[in-house]
Structures are given as structure tokens and as C-alpha cells.
């Protein structure tokens, strides 16, 4: 036992066992490194700047350069926050990744699943942080549809609350904000599963399918074949031409519906569209994230 600098009395056994908790978990991911800050030198003379670059300690990458007034936010302190948060919704899966080499680091806590008619959607709380600059250090949520495997991460809270965890040595206060997001991105999932549900017992036109692929693509394909190579870039008819087969499979078995529709689009962004070197950060926060939401919007208000 020890007292820490607030005053409290620190188990070292139950600090160990977390620790180690914490380590096999970064182990497990390939997060188990650090980010340190280094001063910037003027090239020339060796004088130092107000800059530091952000430096990943393993592989000495450099990911950013900031003044000294930027914090990093280490991989192991989102551990313990993403475990704090798990042990107290009783949550037993976690799933972790980086992009960009550990520029931007997600780790995520498994949730309740829910059903979109006979359809199974694994949902998740993502906790989001960068070394980058790109993002702060936030919650989000995503969801997978079982039979699929199609993903999409809806863009909450853009103009409500902020879902970013304010920076602190407290990791008690860390948790409680963390809990406090998560409760209202819960809300926000009840709503957007309502809509879901509702999408899935509407019929979807063929205008909505047409619409749909042209604004996801920009083709038009009730052109012919030849008008169409006047008009469109070989890339962009083999888009509309994926597009359309990714459409016409989720509807063989979740129906002609706008739920089917949009099954098409999230099928075409999680296993088709964009290069396969970005397109899981891309369907989480970046341009395949935008499609996926703006598709959303536009069946949603069908049913509005």
C-alpha cells in the first residue's frame, strides 16, 4: 500500500493486476508502444524550435509536429480507460487497431446486439484517439450487421454534445465522462434502430435504386451501355456496375426494401469500394463514412 499524491491509498496488488491487464490487452494489438514529444531543430545551425514532432518510440516514425502546449494521450491510458468503462457496463469483448503505422488508434467495447427484422447488428463503442492531430480523444459507435458483415459508423453528435473526453490525470473522472457519452450515443442508437426497423418494411422503388447509385457513384445506369462510355470514366461504370450487384444481393434476402437499399451501399463501402489499404479507416472517419451517412439521411427521410 501506498498514498498517492491525492491523498488516496493505492492497493499495489490490485495496481500490478492492472497493469498486466492493460499490457496483454496492447500486447494482444500491437499497441503496447508510446509517443513521446521531440523538440524540432532548425536545419543548419541545430537550434531548437517551438515545435516538437510526435514520435513513436518503437519505430521512431514521426507523425505530426505541434508547440509544446499539445498532450499525448498514450495507448495505455485509453486501455485503462476502454477497461474502466467495460468493467462497469459489465461488457466482456474488446477489439483494438490502429491506421497510419499508430497515427490514429481505435479501441472498442462489444455492446447488446440488436435486430433489424431477422437481420443480427453487432454494435460497438469505439474510442477514438490520434497522435496526429486528426482527432481528439472521443467515443463514437458502429455497428455490424451479422449476416453481411456490413459496417457503418453513424456520425453522432455533430452538432450536439461532444463526445470527446476531456484530459485529465483522473482516470475515475476520465471513466465517468467516458460513461456519460456512451449513455447518450445509447440513446441516439435507439432512434437510429427505429428508423432501421422502419426502413425495413418499406418497399424501395427502382427511381430510389436508380437515385441511390448515382448518388453514390455518379452514374446514371438507365443510360445504355454506350451512352454511358460517352459520358463516365471506365472506373466510375465499374463503380455503378459493383454498386448495383452489392444492391442486388442484400436484397435477395432482406427484401426490395430501403433497409435492403441501404445493406447494397454499406455492402459496396465495407467490401468493395475505395483501396483496400484504407477503406476500414475510411468506413470509420473518412470519405466511405460520409457516403454510408449521407445514403442514410436521404432513406431516412423517405420515412420521415
Keep these: 500500500m501506498y498514498l498517492n499524491e491525492d491523498g488516496r491509498l493505492i492497493d499495489t496488488n490490485k495496481e500490478l493486476v492492472k497493469g498486466n491487464v492493460i499490457a496483454n490487452l496492447l500486447d494482444q494489438y500491437g499497441l503496447n508502444w508510446e509517443v513521446k514529444k521531440v523538440p524540432l531543430v532548425q536545419a543548419g545551425n541545430g537550434n531548437e524550435t517551438r515545435f516538437f514532432g ?7 516514425e514521426t507523425f505530426q509536429c505541434f508547440t509544446n502546449q499539445y498532450s499525448i494521450y498514450q495507448n495505455s491510458e485509453l486501455a485503462e480507460i476502454v477497461l474502466g468503462v467495460a468493467n462497469e457496463l459489465n461488457a466482456t469483448e474488446t477489439n483494438c487497431g490502429m491506421f497510419k503505422g499508430g497515427a490514429r488508434v481505435y479501441m472498442q467495447i462489444g455492446m447488446s446486439d440488436k435486430y433489424v427484422g431477422k437481420d443480427r447488428v453487432k454494435r460497438w463503442a469505439n474510442g477514438l484517439n490520434s497522435f496526429d492531430g486528426s482527432t481528439s ?12 458483415s456490413n459496417i457503418f459508423t453513424p456520425q453522432y453528435m455533430k452538432n450536439a454534445l461532444s463526445n470527446s473526453v476531456k484530459h485529465t490525470t483522473n482516470m475515475r473522472e476520465a471513466v465517468a465522462q467516458s460513461l456519460k457519452i456512451i449513455e447518450t450515443l445509447e440513446a441516439q442508437e435507439e432512434t437510429l434502430f427505429e428508423v432501421f426497423n422502419r426502413m425495413a418494411t418499406v418497399k424501395a422503388t427502382t427511381k430510389q435504386v436508380h437515385e441511390t447509385i448515382k448518388l453514390v ?44 437499399l441501404f445493406s447494397g451501399v454499406t455492402h459496396f463501402t465495407t467490401h468493395v469500394a475505395g483501396s483496400d489499404a484504407i477503406r476500414e479507416e475510411s468506413k470509420m472517419m473518412g470519405t466511405l463514412n460520409n457516403v454510408d451517412q449521407k445514403v442514410f439521411n436521404e432513406l431516412a427521410a423517405i420515412i420521415a
Design 54 to 60: 510526435t514520435v513513436r518510440e518503437d519505430t521512431q
Design 137 to 148: 480523444l472521443r467515443w463514437g459507435a458502429g455497428n455490424q450487421t451479422i449476416s453481411c
Design 217 to 260: 457513384t455518379g452514374v446514371d445506369v438507365t443510360m445504355t451501355e454506350s451512352a454511358a462510355r460517352k459520358v463516365y470514366s471506365t472506373r466510375k461504370i465499374n463503380n455503378g456496375n459493383a454498386l448495383t450487384q452489392s444492391i442486388l444481393k442484400e436484397m435477395s434476402y432482406k427484401e426490395q426494401t430501403l433497409w435492403g
